[in-house]
């Protein structure tokens, strides 16, 4: 990605509708409901948002100071939580798909994003395809999770990337690779494995191995739900929107139009060193490795979840804000974050404040608030109340900047405990309980009615350590 202050648009009319400029709505693809009315004329090349790209260490421990209030564990199982929603990729990739008659919330995404992920919040980043198309991740007979029991880390493989050739690479058994190369990650993923397994060794006596998988598999997530709905989304959301007894439905976005638009903003939430207790500190870098062979973090230290989830004094702790740790930009190995959050900024053009249907998500909010998150207060109450900060805010920036640095700007003026802004938590109730809300489960059997239900990771965690 080219090291720059500043990044233009080059495009000066937007087919998808997300520019202030007018558009031709007959460019936009199958889509039946009537374009928005064109926006008044505002200059052609406009700044791209610098936040995430001007990285500096003074401007990171101020935003720390005050909104370091989440015990950092929840970055990963937030992380989590986002792999399990989605993995967008280019619809170009995947022509056997097509979603553009798609009129969910930004339908323009159609055309040009396909989530990878078809069930989302149903541990589809954890179980894959399942025990008869994963061998790798399956034992075919007893259909559990090839772990040793009480294990951290998933069982080392050779493969050969080359048929033809005897060189073999080591890689990890997990099913989604994104969840393979930073620990902290790749534990929490071994954790729910360990649960499966756990959980099924119990009913196999009494049950064949697949009918011990199904129940299992369902009472996995409804675990999940729970802990998303009462151990993750407390963490992040606005007290006064958690108060709120009806959520709106322009604040369920669909997943792969949150995967782009907010939970980008989570990038703000890696620590640029973590202190693990008996092991000490390590730097971010060593979490982000690329490849397959053993990482540093794997083989020489391990993670203390009681003190990462604030069961422990002195934990880490980390939150939402308008900064990213020096780590997580070039040209360090998470280089490729930064880039991805730049290019499908530009790609998923509608997500942009300005656009009709985030106005429209907006205007849904609690009187008290509406007023406050305008593009216009926005700037001027961040630029007042941050005048070192490394970027001076302008209404147009926040208004057709990528929506994750509205809700970043947002967390950092008004979110609380280190969570998101009003804005930023009504988009994450909305979608979140609205992906679950569209889970269909089987009903529930009695043989899974006396099978462990931990109410937070924690507590999941704990259980599987203890075999």
Same mark, same amino acid.
């Given at each position: ?183 902290? *990650?790749? /534990?929490? +993923?071994?954790?729910?494995?360990? $649960?499966?397994?756990?959980? =099924?060794?119990? !009913?196999?006596?009494? @049950? ?44 369920? *976005?669909? /997943?792969? +139009?949150?995967?782009?638009?907010? $939970?980008?903003?989570?990038? =703000?939430?890696? !620590?640029?060193?973590? @202190? ?59 280089? =490729? ?131």
């Amino acid at each position: 990605m080219p090291q720059t202050d500043e990044l233009h648009l080059e495009e000066t009319v937007c087919r998808f509708g997300c520019s202030p400029d007018a558009f031709d709505p007959t460019l936009m693809v199958e889509r039946a409901a009537p374009p928005p009315p064109a926006q008044g004329p505002h200059p052609n090349a406009r700044q791209m948002p610098q936040i995430l790209l001007r990285t500096d260490p003074v401007w990171r421990r101020a935003c720390l100071a005050q909104t370091a209030h989440i015990p950092s564990g929840y970055t990963y199982l937030g992380q989590l939580m986002g792999h399990d929603m989605g993995s967008s990729v280019s619809m170009s990739s995947v022509p056997h798909a097509r979603r553009g008659k798609d009129m969910t919330a930004v339908a323009a995404l159609g055309p040009t994003r396909y989530n990878l992920i078809d069930n989302p919040l149903t541990l589809e980043t954890v179980y894959g395809s399942g025990p008869s198309m994963a061998s790798t991740l399956y034992d075919p007979e007893t259909m559990l999770f090839r772990l040793t029991p009480g294990a951290r880390l998933a069982r080392v493989y050779r493969v050969s990337p080359d048929p033809l050739s005897d060189r073999r690479e080591v890689i990890r058994a997990l099913y989604d690779e994104r969840n393979r190369d930073t620990l902290m *990650l790749h /534990e929490l +993923t071994v954790a729910w494995m360990q $649960f499966h397994n756990l959980c =099924a060794r119990s !009913l196999l006596p009494a @049950h064949r191995p697949f009918q011990a998988y199904v129940i299992v598999r369902n009472h996995a997530v409804r675990v999940w739900h729970h802990i998303v709905a009462q151990d993750i989304l407390p963490r992040f959301v606005h007290p006064d929107i958690a108060a709120l007894t009806q959520i709106p439905q322009e604040w369920r *976005l669909d /997943e792969t +139009t949150l995967l782009h638009g907010l $939970f980008r903003a989570f990038h =703000a939430m890696p !620590l640029a060193a973590y @202190h693990l207790g008996r092991s000490g500190s390590h730097n971010l870098r060593v979490l982000l490795k690329s490849g397959f062979d053993h990482s540093e973090a794997e083989t020489d230290w391990a993670v203390d979840w009681p003190l990462l989830f604030g069961e422990k004094p002195g934990g880490p702790k980390t939150g939402l804000s308008a900064s990213v740790a020096p780590e997580l930009r070039a040209p360090v190995s998470a280089a =490729a974050v930064i880039a991805l959050d730049d290019r499908s900024a530009a790609e998923a053009l509608p997500l942009r404040p300005g656009n009709p249907v985030i106005e429209s998500a907006l205007a849904k909010l609690p009187a008290a608030w509406r007023d406050r998150l305008t593009p216009d207060r926005l700037a001027q109450d961040f630029n007042a109340r941050f005048p070192a900060a490394p970027i001076d805010l302008t209404a147009e920036v926040v208004e057709w900047g990528p929506l994750f640095q509205m809700m970043m700007i947002e967390a950092q003026l008004y979110g609380q405990k280190g969570g998101l802004g009003p804005f930023g938590s009504a988009l994450l109730r909305g979608s979140i309980m609205g992906s679950i809300d569209r889970v269909a489960l089987a009903p529930e059997l009695p043989a899974a009615q006396n099978l462990p239900r931990p109410a937070t990771m924690l507590e999941l965690i704990k259980l599987v350590r203890r075999g």
